[in-house]
């Protein structure tokens, strides 16, 4: 650790300005800034960089400075890091903080807010030194992503100078969610690479930002023992759980459109699956890790219209059509689980499950990989739930670690087996502030120019591949028909009650291989 608590081995980036458009919203309010205070508190952040945010709302520096020291106040992690004597505290650091804020008031589509940001920037890159590398990000309604892309051509903001040389860097962070399905992200896509290069272009998933998520990865290859076992030889099934104990709060007219399976299948947890089956990559890079997710992503099997039918369940929980926003006769899906088949040599014939929902019991994330049943049964097992098999739990949030379950004889007399427990917590190990925020750690890439932990091109529009013919199954079976639902494309919308662990649909999805759905980590 440097001084003030920089981790050495992290390069510092370069100085940047990063222009926010949509800045007076939410997300720039509770995990943009808030992340950015503390990579400068932590002192992660250049010497030399500013912050522009660009909206329409009514306010100047000041305000925009206030408004937003009300989010750091509020989600901010490094807070109260009194507890580390060599990191700064954030009273003492919000006046140089927020003398980097600035605010830039226009509409989005209209060319002289391009033309009052360009003076901005270049007054910024000579008063600030920021040697014009500039960093912008899309945190407006998607609808105004291809909008602001144009009008950024339009006002050649898109160009590097000079190019590939690392200093006089554009790049463009993309908020999720990117597209709505395959031919609205491939026309996305489009529109982007009109402006931009593929390499300028870092779309988000913060699940990737994510500690624990990117430990996936070490787990697998950072050690030996775990990877010859990590394969159809030895593994039962996959699950991958990200449960929600919220409802849509203030986001229905959003969700109400869009529906589980585009809000967090087609990119959370389908990013959870591609690193839990992926090949070792060659090396780690943007470009080999990718690679190999996108491989799984073209060996995972499409399911088939009849078997959306049979391999997917989906709910509602029973107050969401009362929320603000929802249409009253909504049959938009608040909760879906789904058994995704990977067609290549190491996984062939193990179900991979996956399952999300809102107004769940508890907020939590979980894969677990289930191993065999050992051959045969030795030894009385304690209970009566059939064979005890190993499983491997990743505790992705929020008690971030991992158990690994397993046999062990109960004492006394005789051979009989109890399964327990083997855990690693990260807040143990390391104490409970040093996880960062995903937006700490994607912010920071993105600015040194590391696309590991941010999503391709061709991973998106595959992913959209996987869903949109679940989703037009649901479509089609969506309506209520006399008798109950178009049974040949859609699972029934069953209505869950909340505080619960989803429909009963779910939970009959892996009964009928004789599984049961399981957490790991968490304890009630
Ligand atoms: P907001 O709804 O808060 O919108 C951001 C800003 O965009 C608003 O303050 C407003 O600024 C402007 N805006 C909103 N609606 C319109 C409109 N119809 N026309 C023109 N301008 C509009 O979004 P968030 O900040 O919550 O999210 C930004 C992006 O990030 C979204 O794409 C969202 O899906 C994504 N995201 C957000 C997360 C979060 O936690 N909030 C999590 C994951 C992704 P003004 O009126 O001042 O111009
Ligand atoms: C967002 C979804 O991408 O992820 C939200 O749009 C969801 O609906 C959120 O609540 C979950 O993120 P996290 O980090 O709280 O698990």
Redesign the pocket.
């Known amino acids: 650790m440097s001084e003030t608590g920089a981790v050495m081995d992290v390069p510092v980036p370069p100085p940047t300005t990063i222009v926010i458009f949509?800045a007076?919203?939410?997300?720039?309010q509770?995990?943009l800034i808030p992340a950015l205070h503390t990579l400068d508190v932590e002192g992660r952040l250049p010497p030399k960089y500013a912050v522009i945010g660009v909206?329409?709302?009514a306010f100047d520096d000041e305000s925009f400075r206030a408004h937003l020291r009300a989010g750091v106040q509020e989600h901010a992690r490094l807070i109260h890091p009194a507890s580390d004597p060599r990191i700064e505290s954030a009273d003492a650091a919000w006046p140089r903080f927020a003398s980097r804020l600035h605010y830039s008031r226009g509409d989005?589509d209209d060319p002289a807010t391009y033309r009052s940001l360009a003076r901005q920037m270049l007054e910024l890159d000579e008063a600030c030194e920021t040697c014009g590398n500039h960093l912008f990000y899309l945190?407006?309604?998607?609808q105004?992503y291809p909008v602001i892309v144009a009008q950024l051509g339009a006002a050649r903001l898109n160009r590097q100078d000079p190019p590939a040389t690392g200093q006089g860097f554009t790049r463009i962070i993309i908020?999720?969610?990117f597209g709505d399905d395959l031919p609205s992200a491939r026309a996305l896509n489009d529109q982007v690479h009109q402006v931009f290069d593929e390499s300028q272009v870092y779309r988000i998933d913060?699940y990737l930002g994510k500690e624990t998520v990117q430990n996936i990865m070490v787990f697998r290859f950072g050690n030996a023992i775990f990877e010859p076992l990590w394969n159809r030889n030895y593994v039962d099934h996959v699950q991958i759980t990200v449960a929600e104990s919220v409802g849509v709060e203030q986001r229905a007219g959003?969700y109400d459109a869009a529906g589980v399976l585009r809000d967090v299948f087609q990119n959370h947890l389908l990013q959870l699956l591609t690193l839990t089956a992926m090949e070792p990559p060659a090396a780690f890079n943007a470009k080999a890790l990718r690679d190999e997710k996108v491989k799984v992503l073209q060996a995972i099997r499409p399911l088939r219209p009849d078997e959306a039918a049979t391999q997917t369940a989906r709910g509602q929980y029973r107050t969401y059509r009362d929320e603000p926003g929802v249409k009253p006769n909504s049959t938009t899906a608040t909760y879906a689980a789904m058994r995704l088949n990977v067609d290549n040599w190491r996984w062939q014939g193990v179900p991979f499950y996956l399952r999300s929902g809102k107004l769940l019991s508890a907020k939590v994330t979980e894969i677990i990989v289930q191993f065999r049943a050992v051959p045969h049964q030795l030894f009385p097992q304690e209970g009566d739930q059939g064979p005890h098999a190993n499983f491997l739990s990743f505790c992705i949030q929020p008690d971030e670690g991992m158990n690994l379950r397993f046999e062990t004889k109960l004492p006394g007399a005789g051979m009989r087996t109890r399964s327990v427990e083997m855990g690693f917590h990260f807040g143990e190990e390391f104490g409970a502030a040093a996880l960062p925020d995903a937006y700490e750690r994607l912010l920071l890439d993105a600015m040194i120019g590391d696309a590991s932990l941010f999503a391709r091109a061709d991973e998106i529009e595959l992913s959209w591949q996987i869903i949109d013919p679940i989703q037009a199954a649901w479509d089609r079976g969506g309506e209520p028909i006399a008798g109950g639902w178009r049974a040949e494309t859609a699972p029934p919308l069953e209505f869950y009650e909340k505080g619960a662990w989803g429909p009963p649909s779910a939970d009959r999805l892996l009964a009928q291989s004789g599984r049961r759905w399981r957490l790991g980590c968490y304890r009630p």
Do not use: N, Q, V
Request: charged share 25%.
């Open positions: 949509g007076s919203g939410d997300l720039t509770r995990k909206a329409r709302s989005y945190a407006t309604p998607p105004l908020e999720k969610p913060h959003y």
